[in-house]
């Protein structure tokens, strides 16, 4: 498919820097919905899906800014590459998974551990956290590490650059203690990136996105049980 050429200004990692600082905060209420009155507890969650409405918005308002589309179709060819693309991520967290466990005696990845942590501190952590690592994480994070980071702070004849830092920047984020970790989240990264640059069709790259982490929300919660 044939990307169309968009004005690239440097300011737009400004805005990647914006969304990532955004993509953080909505974060905080978590950390105070398993303690306090019922009241309290509901009025937390209540913030934390607010918030979330409130990134997302701010997400595709400046990706429209700084990527201009028209909404596409996808097609038979979009849905074969993100099942290539997802069965390369699950290939490649196979062999890394091992390699962790082997070389640093880890299970799972730091990040991974972390959302367990809080699922397990209560049903309503449980509950928000599954929600929005399934609907909205991806919006947010595909956004911002793809619409914006890809479509808006590179040119569009360039492919592997703008893919190679995606990867990078994305799993700077991710928490990783070692550099197998590092690496499964660069990758996974990465991928997502390619097919949003083959496709420039963001829908490709959110579902991708939120097919995966339901399934890893899904092994955790039947991990937790």
């Known amino acids: 498919m044939q990307i169309k050429q968009q004005p690239v200004s440097y300011w737009n990692f400004g805005w990647v820097l914006i969304m990532i600082v955004v993509t953080s905060v909505v974060q905080i209420p978590l950390n105070f919905m398993a303690h306090g009155t ?18 997302i918005a701010l ?29 390369f991520i699950i290939a490649a ?8 466990n082997v070389f640093f005696g880890e299970t799972s990845t730091k990040n991974n551990a972390l959302i367990a942590d809080i699922m ?35 040119p569009a004849k360039m492919f592997w650059l ?13 928490q990783s203690d070692n550099i197998i970790s590092w690496l ?3 990758l996974m990264g990465g991928t997502f990136a390619y097919i ?5 069709k963001l829908q490709t790259t959110i579902i991708l996105h939120g097919f995966n982490n339901l399934i890893a929300v899904a092994v955790m919660i039947a991990t937790l049980r």
């Open 38 to 55: 019922t009241l309290h507890r509901g009025l937390w969650a209540a913030g934390y899906l607010v918030g979330f409405t409130v990134a």
């Open 59 to 87: 997400g595709a308002w400046i990706f429209q800014r700084v990527h201009p589309v028209h909404w596409q179709r996808l097609t038979r060819q979009d849905w074969q590459l993100m099942v290539k693309g997802y069965a």
């Open 93 to 100: 967290e196979i062999v890394l998974n091992v390699v962790n």
């Open 120 to 154: 397990g501190h209560s049903s309503l952590t449980l509950v928000m956290l599954s929600l929005t690592a399934v609907l909205a994480s991806p919006f947010l994070e595909e956004l911002t590490f793809r619409g914006i980071l890809v479509g808006g702070c590179f």
């Open 162 to 174: 703008p893919v190679i830092t995606s990867g990078v920047i994305f799993s700077l984020v991710h």
């Open 184 to 186: 499964i989240y660069a």
């Open 196 to 200: 949003y640059r083959k496709t420039d």
